[in-house]
């Protein structure tokens, strides 16, 4: 693993502990019976399914998948992300194969799974195409890849979407008096305004990587179809049914997208 990608995983750590609150929101509310539907409606194949869930976070895509009977196994770069996923199937009464792994290396074998599925991981990977590869790589044959992600990139500080981004934030906390990581509105605006100028630049040294300001989904589409998937579509926006009215206040200007492609059977 390089050093790069050891500091976004110490980030991931670092807000560990958040995400698993919000995990835990998130697996008893609507959202665990929407992408149910959202993940295996794109899926051809009947019966069992093996499912690798990158970049798996505290476990929820691995958990409710695990709850449909699918065999899943779920990686991710942190390990404290992994004892919060650990505990939460073993809560729940799941059998799942948690592993410490990095996307740009996978240790499995040729393919290996019929299902492949990432949430909010792939704006902050460092190598796009290798790790695309790597995933079409431990596809079988006639397997599907699923992406959701946003554009997050362009919401940091000096890109297209900061200004409209603090703007929403900011009507959030004041409609909501929160936000989704444990931050409470106490009626200064102004202070709000200046910690996320604070905030934003130093951001920017971590994650920048190759996306820059490139517009997705359509530039993971040529990046799929360059290196061989077949059937490469998305849809820019889906989160009608996924997200919750604080969610669309928040981050409506850069909706969850979804990418599906398939291996060539």
């Keep these: 693993m390089n050093k790069e990608q050891e500091k976004i995983n110490e980030l991931w750590t670092r807000g560990a502990e958040n995400y698993n609150r919000i ?38 895509f691995s958990c409710i998948m695990a709850q ?26 799941l059998s799942i194969d948690f592993r410490l792994m990095d996307c740009h290396e996978l240790e499995f074998a040729d393919n290996s799974f019929d299902l492949i599925i990432s949430r909010n991981v792939t704006h902050t990977l460092r190598y796009h195409k290798v790790v695309y590869s790597q995933w079409k790589r431990v596809l079988k044959p006639g397997g599907v890849l699923l992406i ?5 990139h362009l919401s940091r500080y000096g890109y297209s979407e900061h200004d409209e981004s603090v703007r929403r934030y900011i009507e959030c906390m004041k409609k909501y008096g929160s936000d989704f990581s444990g931050n409470v509105y106490d009626g200064d605006e102004e202070a709000l305004r200046e910690r996320l100028k604070k905030h934003s630049p130093d951001e920017n040294e971590v994650w920048d990587n190759e996306l820059k300001d490139v517009i997705r989904p359509d530039w993971d589409a040529g990046i799929l179809l360059g290196i061989g998937f077949d059937n490469v579509s998305y849809d820019r926006d889906i989160i009608e049914d996924l997200w919750d009215d604080k969610e669309k206040c928040i981050y409506g200007n850069t909706p969850m997208f979804m990418i599906r492609a398939e291996k060539q059977a």
């Design 23 to 60: 995990i835990d929101d998130e697996i008893s509310s609507f959202r665990s019976e929407a992408w149910k539907k959202q993940i295996l409606g794109q899926v051809n194949t009947k019966g069992v399914l093996k499912i690798l869930d990158c970049g798996c976070g505290p476990g929820f």
């Design 68 to 93: 449909e009977g699918h065999h899943v196994t779920g990686i991710d770069g942190s390990e404290l992300m992994l004892s919060f996923a650990r505990e939460r199937a073993k809560r729940l009464g």
């Design 148 to 152: 959701f992600d946003a554009n997050w």
